[in-house]
């Protein structure tokens, strides 16, 4: 799975789990799974990074669309703004 198709299917994943992936890029590995009490990486998600908790994800898309009323994100547009916030720790600005 990549970043993109996590994204895609976001509202399908618990406020528990966390994404994991290669980089901060669409197409980059990624997988979604509860992080270890231990702070190892799950099963499936070795070698892959803490990208970002599924709820803080939800949380990018959502200022995305509070700060532009009346604008439906596409894909892409989640994408971006769930890559921004893993990379910024800040929401992705109003161009």
Do not use: C, N
């Amino acid at each position: 799975m990549t970043l993109r198709d996590v994204i895609a299917r976001l509202d399908e994943f618990k406020d528990d789990e966390t994404i994991f992936a290669e980089s901060a890029t669409p197409t980059a590995q990624a997988v979604v799974a509860v992080e270890a009490a231990d702070g190892s990486s799950p099963s499936g998600a070795v070698g892959l990074r803490d990208l970002l908790e599924v709820p803080l994800a939800r949380e990018a898309i959502e200022v995305w669309r509070a700060w532009r009323p009346g604008q439906t994100p596409s894909l892409e547009d989640k994408l971006e703004a769930v890559m921004f916030y893993a990379e910024h720790d800040a929401w992705l600005p109003v161009e």
